[in-house]
Structures are given as C-alpha cells and as structure tokens.
C-alpha cells in the first residue's frame, strides 16, 4: 500500500505558485520522497525528489518537514502545461527491491 | 537524460491471444525494471519486478502465468500478456532504475484493448 496522502484534486490560477502537499507520516528514515506527474495518457515524468533536506531543480522544489512526515512540492511559476496529477511516492524497500508504489495523486488544474 | 522506450504505444488484440510488450532502456543499463497498470481514473499499480537474468516477482494478486515478464538483457525486458481478455484492457507502463543515483524512468505506456 502507498505510505502517501494527498487531497484528490487542486485548482491554480497560472503564474502563480502551486503548492502540493503530501502526508507520509509513517516514513521510516531512509526512505526518500518522490513526485511525479502524469499527463493524461502518457508516463509518469519526473520531477525532484528528496531524504530530509529541501531540494530544488529547474521544474520544482521540495520542502520536507524537520519531522519528515509531510512534504510539499513547489512549482514557482504554473502554466496550463503543467495540469496533470501529481504523485507523491515514499519509496519503499520490498521484497529486496526500492519500488515505488504509487497512491492516488493530486489533480491539479491550472486556470487561466 | 535517461530513456525508456515502450513499444508499442497501441494495441488491439482478439480475446484468447496474447500479446507481448516490449521495454527497452535506450542509453543506460538497467538492471531492475517495473512493470506497472493503469484502469481508466486510477492510478498505477506495480504488478511485478524483473531484475536481469532472475525471476520476476510478481506482487500480490498478479497472476504470474497469466502476465509473463522475461528480462533477457540489461537493456530490454518485455511482458506477455496471455490469453487475453477484455477485462485486461488497461494502460501498461514500464520503468527502469538508473544505475547511478535514484533514478527511475518511465516509458511512454502502452494501451492495450482486448476485444
């Protein structure tokens, strides 16, 4: 089962900053965060992940709690290009592999 | 930045056949891939791992006679859908580890409707 909680569905008005949150209040300590997006009838794509300190590239940044139970990704600046869902993923030690198993994500919807 | 194909992206296959999907690592080696679902208005669900050379395994549920995984090389492994049947109609999608860092990369996904 995903370790990850995230609200079904976000509305942002364009150019303005999208902030997803995700609860993962059951990580255990050296299993890292990760996000990905899905546009619709594609691949998952990356975007950042991250163990304990906050992160950032050219598509987002990642601020995670001091207590590591919840993170929220940060896209500065959306586009429409960027309404997709979006998935938090607590990568998990199973079986002898590092999978990720998705949860439900968040729907983000960006207006013009 | 690292690659992964799918192939094919489409699929319309008779109810009883089967039908084989392809995932190749196109600049990088990956040793684990992952082989994932996805039913209209859900999100994935990881069906089985393959690791080059060794046994899928296969998660909970998944019928491992059913959807066979072969990982022949470092770069390619495929997945056999058997004995197809509507109910396998779904969106199938494929990942791989990167052998350096964290990362993993998702192939374009392929839509498989069985009729």
């Known amino acids: 089962d995903a370790k990850t909680t995230q609200p079904p569905s976000m509305d942002c008005a364009e150019g303005r900053a999208a902030n997803l949150p995700c609860n993962h209040s059951t990580i255990s300590g050296n299993e890292y965060v990760y996000w990905y997006r899905q546009i619709h009838s594609q691949g998952p794509q990356y975007i950042i992940h991250?163990?304990?300190n906050n992160e950032t590239n050219e598509m987002a940044s990642l601020i995670i709690t001091e207590d590591r139970k919840s993170s929220t990704l940060i896209l500065p600046h959306a586009t429409l290009r960027d309404t997709a869902v979006y998935y938090c993923?607590?990568?998990?030690?199973?079986?002898?592999?590092?999978?990720?198993?998705f949860g439900q994500g968040t729907r983000l919807t960006i207006n013009p | 930045g690292a690659v992964v194909s799918q192939h094919p992206s489409r699929v319309i296959c008779k109810s009883g056949t089967s039908v084989k999907i392809e995932c190749r690592s196109l600049?990088?080696?990956?040793?684990?891939m992952f082989w994932y679902r996805q039913f209209p208005k859900q999100s994935l669900m990881l069906m089985a791992t393959s690791n080059e050379g060794s046994k899928a395994t296969y998660e909970q549920g998944v019928e491992k006679d059913k959807f066979l995984i072969n990982h022949a090389s470092l770069t390619l492994s495929t997945l056999t859908v058997t004995s197809a049947h509507p109910e396998d109609s779904s969106f199938y999608i494929c990942s791989a580890t990167q052998p350096i860092g964290d990362g993993y990369t998702f192939g374009s996904g392929t839509r498989l409707t069985v009729v």
């Open positions: 600049d990088f080696q990956a040793t684990t």
């Open positions: 993923i607590v990568r998990v030690p199973i079986q002898g592999a590092q999978k990720l198993v």
């Open positions: 991250g163990l304990k």
